[in-house]
């Protein structure tokens, strides 16, 4: 199947510095990715569309500013999140559209990165 | 407004039987469906997918069906096996979109 990689796969730092989290699709080309982000025992929420060479849609209440969104290769999406706070603490999880081939044949979806724990103290 | 509902969080299996796993959804554009499973601290694993012109959808042990109707669909893995351990999440995305939006999940524990 589709491989995605994030980097780094924790990261801990002090409020008020900033964090950039990569995501890479391995083995395919990705014009579109996405950022998630999910609180503890809770669900899986989206952030933003990443799109190669455009700017990213940010979902309603998610703060464009607050959170960098660029997409400059086919195969990279970076999150930057600014000035970070504890509030921001979170599991960031990216994930690249691409097609896999299955028993029932092939199947055109989101690949998920392995995820990115921030701790900010 | 949670538009993607899994109102289990958990559920417990013996090895052998069937696990279903259960989902609902309230927007009726939503017209593809997935199954992800997810360990701790890792990314969701894609499991099987539908599309609303199916309304069963097969691939080895796992099964997806849908009932459009009810919006509802749910997820059959038969035999259960340890190694199926898991939170189970569903999502949904709307015609002409790339957008998911995911259940709470549901955690499986598989036993011996």
């Known amino acids: 199947g589709a491989v995605v990689s994030q980097h780094p796969s924790w990261v801990i730092c002090k409020s008020g510095t900033s964090v950039k989290i990569e995501c890479r699709s391995l083995d395919f080309q990705a014009t579109t990715m996405f950022w998630y982000r999910q609180f503890p025992k809770q669900s899986l929420m989206l952030m933003a569309t990443s799109n190669e060479g455009s700017k990213a849609t940010y979902e309603q209440g998610v703060e464009k500013d607050k959170f960098l969104i660029n997409h400059a290769s086919l195969t990279l999406s970076t999150l930057t999140v600014t000035s970070a706070h504890p509030e921001d603490s979170s599991f960031y999880i990216c994930?690249?559209?691409?097609?896999?081939?299955?028993?029932?044949?092939?199947?055109?979806?989101?690949?998920f990165g392995p995820g990115t724990r921030l701790t900010v103290l | 407004d949670q538009q993607v509902k899994q109102n289990s969080p958990s559920l417990s299996v013996q090895e052998g039987r069937i696990s279903i796993l259960n989902c609902d959804y309230t927007?009726?554009?939503?017209?593809?469906f997935l199954w992800y499973k997810k360990y701790p601290a890792e990314g969701p694993t894609f499991l099987i997918s539908i599309s609303s012109i199916k309304d069963k959808n097969e691939d080895g042990r796992f099964t997806v069906f849908l009932n459009k109707s009810a919006k509802h669909l749910s997820l059959h893995i038969v035999p259960s096996q340890p190694g199926d351990s898991a939170v189970y999440f569903c999502a949904a995305s709307a015609y002409n979109t790339d957008k998911l939006i995911f259940g709470t999940g549901t955690r499986l524990q598989v036993f011996p």
């Open positions: 927007n009726s554009m939503f017209d593809y």
């Open positions: 994930s690249a559209r691409g097609t896999t081939q299955g028993l029932a044949g092939s199947t055109d979806t989101q690949y």
